[in-house]
């Protein structure tokens, strides 16, 4: 068995889930937190056997769209009476970052 | 070291706990949601000592049964003055998903 | 890849992605309870190429300080007018448990 931990964003997690479920995969969802961002998204935890791994990525891949944000960083400290010009940092976000783990030992009871 | 994941009903979460933590084992829980019924479940995270794993495993067993339950699936899109007839689905719920996870590693600081 | 899960103290979670960041590591936050004291603590989730991981684990040991806290047990049960005569216990808290999981595979989509 292998656990495929797949971090993604908020918005394709349940489209994900849906994809998942409708082949008979098994899921468990934690609510998580980007250590960038500090925003929301969620973990899924997916136990599969050695020769579904590529076909949960496939679903994975399908499911999940990196896209372009542009976020601004926080000003620096201003003298009175300036003006802020930041220019937007452009992030890549969406999409997702799966790990594959081997797992020596299952059980269900 | 090995890691323990078990992924364990809402219900039976506190007595398990309970029996790791009177017999010396050290765990931290994780609020999840299941990818199917979409109901929240515990994952608790177990680090023990290689020849403690076999104990481990007796102690999730005790506390975590297996349970039937009749979820009724959402019924079809009808028309006016029908009545819904779907038959209750029955699951398995309860008892307990646990994996074994090889630690090459760990530190306490 | 290596994956580091790290369960820290609440306190020293900030600190620890600050320092994180500040490097160019990237980091997931889970919220999670310790299973003896039921208090709230923070599991990071970091995945890592195999040659940065002590780097990490050294970055944990600078943010991560042990403290010590006296925990009074629960009193036994009293008849009417006796003084609940409990000595508090100490116990180590904050510092960190870091565990090194192997990666077999991963992938950003
Ligand atoms: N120290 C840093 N310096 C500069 N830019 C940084 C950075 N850390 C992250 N970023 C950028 O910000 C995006 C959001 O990161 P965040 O940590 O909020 O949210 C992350 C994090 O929760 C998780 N993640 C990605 N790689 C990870 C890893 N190696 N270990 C643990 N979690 C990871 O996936 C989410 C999306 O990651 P993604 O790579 O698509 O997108 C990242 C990346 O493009
Ligand atoms: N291989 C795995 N990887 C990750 N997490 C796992 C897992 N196997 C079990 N889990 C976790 O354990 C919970 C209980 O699973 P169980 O197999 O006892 O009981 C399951 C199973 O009998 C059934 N079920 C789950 N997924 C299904 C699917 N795609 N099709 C049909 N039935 C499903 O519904 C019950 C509740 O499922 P739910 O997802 O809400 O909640 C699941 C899920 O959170
Ligand atoms: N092997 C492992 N597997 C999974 N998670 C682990 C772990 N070792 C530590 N942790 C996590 O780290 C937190 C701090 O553990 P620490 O050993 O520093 O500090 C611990 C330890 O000194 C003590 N303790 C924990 N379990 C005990 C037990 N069964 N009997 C006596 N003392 C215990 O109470 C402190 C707080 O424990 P708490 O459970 O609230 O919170 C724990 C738990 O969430």
Redesign the interface.
């Given at each position: 068995?292998?656990?495929i931990?797949s971090?993604v964003n908020q918005e394709d997690a349940r489209g994900l889930?849906e994809g998942?479920?409708q082949r008979g995969f098994?899921?468990?969802?934690?609510?998580?937190?980007?250590?960038?961002l500090r925003e929301g998204?969620a973990?899924?935890?997916i136990?599969v056997e050695n020769n579904k791994?590529e076909e949960v990525?496939r679903i994975?891949?399908e499911r999940?769209r990196?896209r372009t944000r542009y976020i601004s960083p926080l000003p620096p400290l201003m003298e009175p009476g300036e003006l802020p010009v930041t220019t937007p940092v452009e992030v890549q976000v969406g999409?997702?970052?799966?790990?594959?783990?081997?797992?020596?030992?299952?059980?269900?009871?």
């Open positions: 068995m292998k656990l931990m971090i889930l998942l479920m098994q899921a468990t969802v934690i609510s998580t937190t980007g250590g960038f998204n973990t899924l935890l136990g791994v990525l994975i891949r999940c990196t999409g997702a970052t799966s790990l594959v783990l081997d797992v020596e030992r299952w059980e269900k009871c």
